[in-house]
């Protein structure tokens, strides 16, 4: 089963969502991993303290000009979409931070002139806490794409914890990186706030996961501020609420720590037991 937790804006509580949920799912004896897909900035190692037990290096491929036996034809800028290779009367310039890693400059070459070549773009950590463990994928400074990491994240969760829950906290927004760590999913969750800007923000989420014909639910955190626009929305739209986060002082001093909330916060784990009952529901009907 793999949960996505998501939001179409930043600051909604999507990581509190996820840290707590899967801490919390861990002591009803459930086997489930968490995976930090936010990968430009990782967070869920501040509030999961855990035992560091393996790390590796993240690559992409990349295309690296060979000039002895190229003829300066112009097909690889040509077939290449993303902008990411100059061809010039003397010269082939790739531009790396561009490259999508697609290969068809390197197979289209008449000449192979482009043989492909990794780079280094990151590195995937993975921790053990008590009864749980959490992935971490961290995109490396100046690397302009997060989305090759945020692949390669997921298959390192898919391929190491096959029998387990997995829950994955993606980054904010509606981009492609959204747009990576959902589409996989059995399921996505959509934390909003019952505000003008959350809204606003779910309505832009929502028509992602639609465009994808991915199947979610909203959850509403700091529940009590702002108006009732959200639960319009959702209504009018036959959008599923999961469950009503209270709006909580408490909470918010909590999280400034980096603690885990559930164990000190009762309404805080009763909406974390009306997510877990939605989650078992979602694994019956599979």
Known sequence: MKITIASGKGGTGKTTISTNLVSYLSTLKQSVVLADLDVEEPNSALFLRGDLEKEQVSYKMIPKWEEADCTFCGECADVCNFNAIVALSDEIIVYPELCHSCYACSELCPTDSLPMTSERIGEIKAFTSDGFSFIEGRLDLGQEMAVPLIAQTI???????????????????????????????????????STPFGLNDLKLAVETMRVLNQKFGVIINRYGIGDNGVETYCADENIEIITKVKNDREVAKLYSKGELIYPKIGHFRDSLDEIVTFIGGLKCEK
Do not use: W
Not at 176 to 189: H, L, M, W
């Open 155 to 193: 298959d390192y969760v898919d391929e190491n914890f096959k029998n387990h829950i997995k829950i994955f906290d993606a980054p904010p927004g509606t981009s492609c990186p959204v747009i990576e760590a959902s589409r996989g999913s059995d399921y996505v969750i959509l934390v909003t706030e």
